[in-house]
C-alpha cells in the first residue's frame, strides 16, 4: 500500500507561483511513475504532468508547458510540481499520483487546492 500526501496548495494571484509536495510512503519510491493531476469545478480530472521512475523522464500537458515543472527527490520519497506564471485557468483540485508495477495510476492522495485569482 502506498500513501501519497500533497502540500503546498493556497491562493495567489494571477503571475504568481506555487510549489506543491508530495510525500509518499515506502521503501520502493524510485520504482513509481509519478504524476501530477487536477480538476476544476464541473470539470473531469485532467493530467498535467508526470516523471519516470527510472529515466527521469518529463511530460507535461499543453496548457502548463512551460509553466510548470515536476521533479522528484527519490531520497525523500516526493515529488514536485513548481508552478509559475500561474492562470486564473490553472485553479482546481491538484492530485498526486503513482503508478506502481501497472499500466494506471493506482494510488492517489487527497488532493491540495489551489485557487489563483485575476
Known amino acids: 500500500q502506498v500513501q501519497l500526501v500533497e502540500s503546498g496548495g493556497g491562493s495567489v494571484q494571477a503571475g504568481g507561483s506555487l510549489r506543491l509536495s508530495c510525500a509518499a510512503s515506502?521503501?520502493?519510491?524510485?520504482?513509481?511513475?509519478m504524476g501530477w493531476f487536477r480538476q476544476a469545478p464541473g470539470k473531469e480530472r485532467e493530467f498535467v504532468a508526470d516523471i519516470m521512475r527510472s529515466s527521469g523522464r518529463t511530460s507535461y500537458a499543453d496548457a502548463v508547458k512551460g509553466r510548470f515543472t515536476i521533479s522528484r527527490d527519490n531520497a525523500k520519497n516526493t515529488v514536485y510540481l513548481q508552478m509559475n506564471s500561474l492562470k486564473p485557468e490553472d485553479t482546481a483540485v491538484y492530485y498526486c499520483?503513482?503508478?506502481?508495477?501497472?499500466?494506471?495510476?493506482?494510488?492517489w492522495g487527497q488532493g491540495t487546492q489551489v485557487t489563483v485569482s485575476s
Open positions: 515506502g521503501r520502493l519510491f524510485s520504482s513509481y511513475d
Open positions: 499520483a503513482a503508478r506502481v508495477f501497472t499500466v494506471d495510476y493506482n494510488y
